[in-house]
């Protein structure tokens, strides 16, 4: 079992930058795939990043690529989304998930491959 709390969420403005932190519980954390999902108001859930359980291979979706950065620390069973020239389109609630190892890199982007899930927390932007 994985319990995963995510922190950092905010309200920032346009051009900002936020860090996002997903703090898993549990011994199996290096084993895990993680990624991160957004979800804004009246939209479904998005893939947002993903990163590999050993952190050597990352994904992003295209809006994010340039502005996101996806990292880990097995060490801390932490993963982190640092978030750069904010956007009001990157308004959501962004969620971390976990998952197995994945072998496939398709696997990363869907929603559902991802076993565990964080409770959500809520980034703003305003223009």
């Known amino acids: 079992q994985v319990q995963l709390v995510e922190s950092g969420g905010g309200l920032v403005q346009d051009g900002g930058s936020l860090r996002l932190s997903c703090a898993a519980s549990?011994?199996?954390?290096?084993?895990?795939?993680m990624g991160w999902f957004r979800q804004a108001p009246g939209k479904e859930r998005e893939f947002v990043a993903a990163i590999s359980w050993s952190g050597d291979t990352t994904y992003y979706t295209d809006s994010v690529k340039g502005r996101f950065t996806i990292s880990r620390d097995n060490g801390k069973n932490t993963v982190y989304l640092q978030m750069n020239r904010m956007k009001p389109e990157d308004t959501a609630v962004y969620y971390c998930a976990a998952g197995k190892i994945f072998y496939r890199s398709s696997t990363y982007y869907s929603p559902n491959q991802y076993d565990y899930w964080g409770q959500g927390t809520q980034v703003t932007v305003s223009s």
């Open positions: 549990g011994r199996t954390f290096s084993t895990k795939s």
